[in-house]
């Protein structure tokens, strides 16, 4: 307590300082996908492969995240 009256160390109030998903991926939660920007095709995200560097299995068009 930084001014020993109670209020707690500054920040949102959240522990860790986090506050919730603000569009950083992580481990929790639902699993993410790519989706084919040309055809629809949906496929799991790979942790570490960027979605842009995955070609549709479909069609072969790049992919993009969800």
């Known amino acids: 307590m930084p001014?020993?009256?109670g209020t707690g160390p500054i920040g949102d109030g959240s522990i860790g300082g986090g506050g919730g998903r603000?569009?950083?991926g992580n481990s929790f939660g639902a699993p993410a996908y790519c989706i084919c920007s040309q055809c629809g095709e949906r496929v799991a995200h790979q942790a570490g492969l960027p979605c842009t560097s995955v070609k549709c299995p479909k069609c072969?068009?790049?992919m993009?995240?969800?």
């Open 3 to 5: 001014g020993k009256d």
């Open 22 to 24: 603000r569009g950083q």
């Open 60 to 62: 072969q068009a790049l």
């Open 64 to 66: 993009i995240r969800e």
